[in-house]
């Protein structure tokens, strides 16, 4: 199916229903006769209920939701809590947040009520970058009147770290959307220095499916470990992007058929967006799972998967070390240096005028700068760094040797490797 109101084409998995994903953009009306903004009787029995669920974070991290939720509900007995819809998808690849907001602002935002119910919330906001995004919301709060005066919606500019916990709660304090060392963690001061609940609006979107249908169902699809469906973007191969519903556990080579690329064309991925790095030509015995694709030394993060298909492993890792030092925060000098230095090491690679002792260099890099900085840029910079390295030898040799077929050719090169970029209205 498509959705014009993004013009990115969607879709589901063979015989599927899906949960998330709809034909046309919903309004009030349509989104109430579909079960939404049901009455909550007891914010504990919802608790209980999602924790039954096993509700994993859809942001990236995979953190369980009940858990979160429980953190500040506890933390909040002395005073109001505060909770985040985070859409600010800083991750290129990825379009699922922005497509949530612009055509199913109601689930989101009843995910929200029904977040702030649980941890006693006194103050939601909606974080966004996206104008259409912003504005699709505004519409969604104009509709439930005076319910959605108390709604905030916060705006910042688009960036790689902007939709990061602390960065999303300093901005929203009124300070720059940068990353803050922790802890503090949110969930113990945040927003106004009041335990918050940051959470991605397809986490929130889950909550409310939870709510109007229960754990169980939640669990009909999905493995015992990562339970129910996630929006997965798919790229590269020469192909438009597409936002399909999955259900976790699909197999790799199913979502090849399903998106029409033969398995014999595939390289190679970048999993989960560019924090995991690549994974080379194993990617197509595994499963789409947190716990299989952590088991192959990838993260399934974000849900997005750029194929590489006619691009050289070596050229697409130094485009995307490329980014993290053009995007880091430029607070950290651990991060600051450490991306220049491994974005230079890469790029030289690509180039075939790296040396083995260059190579070198980039491997204790990828282990020795892990860990450090304010947030996760620079563990994303060495995840690529690490990863091209084990997982494309042969590759990383021929640009040694400066006989790599594919860049003598035509290098790869991109500032935003396989940015999707929905139309703006």
Not at 383 to 390: E, F, I, K, M, R
Request: glycine share 10%; with cysteine; proline share 5%.
């Amino acid at each position: 199916m498509t959705t014009a109101d993004i013009a990115i084409s969607t879709g589901i998995w063979p015989g599927g229903s899906p949960r998330l994903l709809t034909q046309d953009r919903e309004d009030l009306e349509a989104y109430r006769q579909r079960g939404g903004y049901r009455p909550l009787t007891d914010a504990k029995e919802l608790l209980a209920e999602v924790d039954a669920s096993g509700l994993l974070g859809r942001g990236g991290a995979a953190f369980p939701l009940s858990v979160k939720l429980a953190a500040v509900r506890a933390n909040a007995r002395d005073g109001g809590a505060v909770v985040v819809a985070n859409g600010e998808e800083g991750e290129p690849t990825s379009v699922k947040d922005r497509w949530l907001l612009r055509n199913r602002p109601h689930l989101v935002l009843d995910g929200l009520r029904l977040a702030a119910a649980v941890v006693a919330a006194d103050r939601t906001c909606v974080l966004v970058s996206d104008p259409d995004s912003a504005r699709s919301v505004e519409a969604a709060m104009s509709e439930l009147g005076s319910d959605g005066e108390q709604i905030e919606l916060c705006s910042v500019q688009a960036g790689y770290v902007a939709g990061e916990e602390t960065a999303a709660v300093q901005a929203i304090n009124g300070g720059p959307a940068k990353p803050t060392d922790k802890p503090p963690r949110p969930y113990e001061a945040g927003v106004g220095d009041r335990p918050t609940l940051v959470s991605n609006v397809e986490t929130l979107a889950n909550l409310a499916y939870i709510q109007q249908n229960g754990a169980a169902a939640f669990r009909s699809h999905g493995t015992a470990q990562s339970p129910g469906t996630f929006l997965a973007t798919i790229t590269g191969a020469g192909l438009p992007a597409v936002l399909y519903e999955l259900p976790h556990g699909l197999p790799f080579v199913e979502l090849l058929a399903l998106h029409g690329v033969s398995p014999d064309r595939v390289r190679g991925v970048l999993m989960g967006g560019y924090f995991a790095g690549l994974v080379n030509r194993r990617v197509l015995e595994t499963t789409l799972d947190h716990e299989t694709i952590r088991g192959i030394g990838s993260g399934l993060g974000c849900g997005a998967i750029s194929l590489i298909t006619d691009e050289c492993p070596v050229a697409v890792a130094a485009s995307v070390a490329a980014y993290f030092d053009r995007e880091n925060a430029g607070q950290c000098g651990s991060c600051f240096n450490g991306t220049a230095a491994m974005a230079a090491a890469a790029g030289a690679l690509r180039d075939a005028v790296a040396t083995s002792e260059d190579v070198d260099r980039l491997r204790r890099w990828s282990v020795v700068l892990r860990g450090r900085g304010a947030c996760g840029t620079l563990d994303a910079a060495t995840n690529v760094a690490a990863t091209l390295l084990d997982q494309f030898p042969d590759e990383v040799a021929d640009h040694l040797a400066g006989t790599c077929p594919v860049c003598r050719r035509d290098a790869f090169r991109a500032d935003r490797p396989f940015e999707v970029t929905p139309a703006v209205s």
